[in-house]
T-cell receptor, first 115, second 113 residues
Framework: DGGITQSPKYLFRKEGQNVTLSCEQNLNHDAMYWYRQDPGQGLRLIYYSQIVNDFQKGDIAEGYSVSREKKESFPLTVTSAQKNPTAFYLC??????????????FGEGSRLTVL | AQSVTQLDSQVPVFEEAPVELRCNYSSSVSVYLFWYVQYPNQGLQLLLKYLSGSTLVKGINGFEAEFNKSQTSFHLRKPSVHISDTAEYFCAVSSGNTGKLIFGQGTTLQVKP
């Protein structure tokens, strides 16, 4: 079955540590996205990538980094510079720029807790 | 800039009653509109979308939404809810060029027996 796989589902981190969240898709989608979800705030865009080897900052990119070396993979690193990293992180993909539907397909999410 | 406002953070309703979840958007260009549903500790799933054409859009699980351009609204409705509809619902808008979606804050639908 095609879909998006995020791992790990739950992750605990000590303050000052970097952590990387994995996102893999086998939908052959060009575009991939990372969103952060906090209670009562909806989803906020962290980074997005419309094509391999290219990515853009979203609304809340500070303290995060990404790479897009392969079409299928878009890992997110939460660095120690992120002041409040405890949140639910969602990865998504879409068919990409120019096709215009904007419909996203989401993974199951990764819940990060900083101790 | 585009924005989305979901007017109710929580909507409690009894089983088999009708429900409406309200969504207003602001945009200076043509938009695409979406409703997504999220069950606890899961990702989001598309309920329905408006791209063009008929302003009444039907989605999965018996939900429908009406696009009203003059009122810049895209309210979600269901004539009779079930316990299993208990979830968080997100309205989203896209200009379509990048696929980027702007999400509302979410509405928690609580269906009571």
């Amino acid at each position: 079955d095609g879909g998006i796989t995020q791992s790990p589902k739950y992750l605990f981190r000590k303050e000052g540590q970097n952590v990387t969240l994995s996102c893999e898709q086998n939908l052959n989608h060009d575009a991939m996205y990372w969103y952060r979800q906090d209670p009562g705030q909806g989803l906020r865009l962290i980074y997005y990538s419309q094509i391999v080897n290219d990515f853009q900052k979203g609304d809340i990119a500070e303290g995060y980094s990404v790479s897009r070396e392969k079409k299928e993979s878009f890992p997110l690193t939460v660095t120690s510079a992120q002041k409040n990293p405890t949140a639910f992180y969602l990865c998504a993909s879409s068919r990409g720029q120019g096709l215009g539907t904007g419909e996203l397909f989401f993974g199951e999410g990764s819940r990060l807790t900083v101790l | 800039a585009q924005s989305v406002t979901q007017l109710d953070s929580q909507v409690p309703v009894f089983e088999e009653a009708p429900v409406e979840l309200r969504c207003n958007y602001s945009s200076s260009v043509s938009v695409y509109l979406f409703w997504y549903v999220q069950y606890p500790n899961q990702g989001l799933q598309l309920l329905l979308k408006y791209l063009s054409g008929s302003t009444l859009v039907k989605g999965i699980n018996g939900f429908e939404a009406e696009f009203n351009k003059s009122q810049t609204s895209f309210h979600l409705r269901k004539p009779s809810v079930h316990i299993s509809d208990t979830a968080e619902y997100f309205c989203a808008v896209s200009s379509g060029n990048t696929g980027k979606l702007i999400f509302g804050q979410g509405t928690t639908l609580q269906v009571k027996p």
